[in-house]
């Protein structure tokens, strides 16, 4: 290969971790990585010191442009609107601090920064990149990024679950409401909800979901029990991990019908988040490394 092909290959992985991270959409970082290329090979390679940071520069600008023109997208969007899930390979659930980053719950919280917080966001907390490498690659000072960062980390950090819980708690919590839901067992799944629990599930107007988040855990059992109760399809459950997190694979009659994740806090289920979008299960098939390196 070619130092440019070389560098790419080596990098691309990192390149998706950041697009996505910025986007929520594997569809799109995809789109944006082959934008990336397209501009990296009309770069002199000889003349580039830091061949990784000049990639991820490229990659942040091109992810801005296409964050901007998702917002009008979003902005028509029948329900809510959640992020693409990924069924990752297992490194990533062992690095506690990427999958914290691609967690459904902290790309979700990502969602309502401005588009320059995000980026800011991502590459200050998540992939530590410097002041001064951030400004070059959102266009600002690097006065006005270290404002912009202190903003977006304390907007998160409000917004964010109040402490981590490990692999294995997060588990328990699911395996809990997989079996209280498989049974019809409502108080099983009150005692694994927590009591300010939100449900938000994404159809995307192609598939039946809520039109807005169901909030407390009496609604949200009755919405699971109750919606069951009307699918005459087998419900299977497959426990898995997607975004680094437990998660499960639900079935009727065999074919995907969506995945959900969950949030934990306390031992408790405090998010739910239910992607049925079938445009968004695209990549629940096989595994997508990510790396924060």
């Known amino acids: 290969m070619d130092s440019a092909t070389e560098a790419f290959v080596a990098h691309r992985n990192l390149l998706f971790t950041v697009a996505y991270e910025m986007l929520g959409s594997a569809a799109d970082a995809e789109d944006v990585l082959q934008e990336t290329w397209l501009r990296w090979v009309k770069v002199d390679v000889s003349q580039v010191s830091d061949r990784r940071a000049y990639l ?15 917002k009008r997208r979003k902005e028509t969007y029948v329900g809510p609107w959640l992020p693409e899930p ?12 990427l999958a914290e980053s691609v967690s459904m719950a902290l790309m979700l919280v990502l969602e309502s920064l401005s588009p320059t ?11 530590d990149v410097s002041y001064e490498e951030i400004a070059a690659a959102v266009g600002k000072s690097p006065v006005a990024v270290r404002q912009i960062a202190h903003r977006a980390r ?22 809990t409401f997989q079996h209280a839901l498989e049974t019809r067992d409502l108080q099983g799944l ?46 299977t459950c497959q426990a898995t991990v997607v975004n680094g997190n437990p998660a ?13 994740t969950i949030r934990v806090e306390d031992a408790r289920i405090t998010g739910l988040y239910y992607v049925r979008n079938p445009q968004k299960l695209t990549r629940v098939a096989s595994e997508t490394p990510l790396t924060l390196r």
């Open 117 to 127: 917080e995000r980026a800011v966001f991502v590459l200050r907390e998540v992939f």
């Open 248 to 260: 499960l694979v639900v079935r009727l009659d065999g074919e995907l019908d969506g995945v959900l």
């Open 56 to 70: 991820v520069r490229i990659t942040t600008r091109q992810s801005l442009n296409r964050l901007r023109s998702m």
């Open 154 to 175: 304390r907007h998160v950090d409000a917004r964010r679950p109040r402490e981590a819980v490990s692999p294995s708690q997060a588990q328990a919590a699911l395996e």
């Open 190 to 235: 009150l005692d694994v909800l927590a009591p300010e629990v939100v449900l938000v599930s994404d159809g995307g107007g192609v598939k039946r979901a809520a039109p807005r988040p169901v909030i407390g855990a009496e609604k949200v059992a009755r919405f699971y029990l109750g919606g069951s109760a009307k699918v005459e399809a087998a419900i």
């Open 86 to 97: 990924l069924l990752t390979t297992p490194d990533v659930a062992e690095d506690a601090e």
